[in-house]
C-alpha cells in the first residue's frame, strides 16, 4: 500500500513541474500596504504600477480614486493635509451656489468689479472704470481661468467665514480656506488654503451624488466645472472625455481632481503634491498617475 501511494505522488510530481514554469509567477510578489486587501489581476497590476511612481517622484504626494459605478477605492496618504492653490476654489463656487440656493443672492446680478490681482486670469487686464459682472460669470472666470480677481472678489462679497462655515457643514474636516488669492505676506505668516485628497473625494463625490443641491443647481455646478481648461488629469489620455475638474499651482505645490465622465464609467481621481523644487514635477507625476488610472477602468469596463 505505502509503495502504491509513493508510487501516486511520483506520478502527481512529475506531470506538475511539467506544467508548473516560474516565468508564469508576477515579478512583485508583495502586496501593497496603500490599497485594497482584496485581489484581482487587474488591480495588482495597477497598484504595482502606481507604486512605482510613487516611488520614483520622491516628494509627498496624496492620491483618491473612487470608481463611481463600483464603489472601489484607492487611497494613498489621503488624510495627509496639502496646501490647495486654486483647487480651494471648487469650495467657493459650492458655497457660492449655496447661497443663491437659499434666496441670499441671485447670481446673475452684476456688481461692480474695482479689484486688480495678479497672477492667472484675464481681469486683471480689463477696463474696470465701468466694469460690471454677475456672480455667474465672476464664478465661471473663477473656475475655467482661475481668474484670481474674479477669486478675491467673490470672495469679499460671500466672506471668508462664512465659505469655511459651508466647507464645515459639508464634512470636510481638512479643509481650510484661511487667505485670498496672492496674498503672499498671508502666506509667509503660514495661513495657508489647506485640504486632503480625502476631503476632495468626498467633495466631489457629493457633486456628483447630487447631495448638496437640487438637481437644477447641482446641473450648473458640474456644468461649469466642466467648461475645458487645460488640465494634466488629460494630457495622456487620448480619448474624448467629459471632467469635471479644478486643479492648483505654485512654486511648490501642483494638484488636480475631477469627476471622469467615460459613458461606460465614472470615477474620481484626485492628486495632491507639496514640497517640491519645481511645479512641473508634481505635473508630470500627475499626468503619469491619471493616465494609468484611466487605463486601468478602460480595462476593468473592457472599452
Not at 153 to 161: A, D, F, N, T, V
Not at 173 to 182: A, C, G, H, N, V
Request: glycine letters at 4%.
Amino acid at each position: 500500500m505505502e509503495k502504491i501511494a509513493l508510487i501516486f505522488w511520483v506520478i502527481l510530481l512529475f506531470n506538475f513541474s511539467f506544467g508548473f514554469s516560474f516565468e508564469n509567477l508576477p515579478l512583485k510578489i508583495e502586496k501593497s500596504p496603500y490599497f485594497s486587501n482584496n485581489f484581482d489581476t487587474l488591480r495588482y497590476k495597477l497598484e504595482n504600477e502606481i507604486n512605482e511612481l510613487i516611488r520614483e517622484f520622491k516628494y509627498p504626494a496624496g492620491i483618491a480614486f473612487k470608481d463611481l459605478n463600483s464603489g472601489e477605492t484607492f487611497l494613498y496618504n489621503e488624510k495627509e493635509i496639502f496646501p490647495t492653490a486654486s483647487a480651494i476654489k471648487i469650495e467657493i463656487l459650492v458655497h457660492l451656489m449655496k447661497e443663491y440656493e437659499k434666496g441670499n443672492l441671485n447670481i446673475y446680478e452684476n456688481i461692480p468689479v474695482k479689484l486688480k490681482v495678479g497672477g492667472s486670469g484675464l481681469l486683471q487686464f480689463f477696463d474696470q472704470s465701468n466694469l460690471n459682472l454677475s456672480y455667474y460669470n465672476l464664478a465661471l472666470l473663477m473656475i475655467q481661468q482661475s481668474d484670481n480677481t474674479a477669486t478675491n472678489i467673490l470672495i469679499e462679497k460671500l466672506g471668508m467665514e462664512n465659505i469655511n462655515h459651508t466647507i464645515k457643514s459639508l464634512g470636510l474636516e481638512q479643509t481650510k480656506l484661511q487667505r485670498i488669492m496672492m496674498d503672499f505676506e498671508a502666506r509667509k505668516a503660514g495661513k495657508e488654503n489647506l485640504s486632503s485628497p480625502k476631503d476632495k473625494l468626498r467633495l466631489l463625490e457629493l457633486i456628483y451624488s447630487k447631495a448638496i443641491f437640487p438637481d437644477s443647481i447641482n446641473n450648473e455646478v458640474i456644468k461649469i466645472l466642466s467648461i475645458p481648461k487645460i488640465t494634466p488629469l488629460l494630457s495622456e489620455v487620448q480619448d474624448e472625455i467629459t471632467i469635471a475638474s479644478k486643479g492648483g499651482e505654485l512654486d511648490d505645490v501642483r494638484c488636480d481632481m475631477g469627476i471622469f465622465f467615460c459613458g461606460k464609467f465614472d470615477y474620481i481621481l484626485v492628486v495632491m503634491t507639496k514640497d517640491l523644487p519645481t511645479s512641473n514635477l508634481g505635473e508630470e507625476f500627475i499626468k503619469k498617475i491619471s493616465k494609468t488610472f484611466y487605463d486601468y477602468m478602460k480595462m476593468k469596463y473592457d472599452e
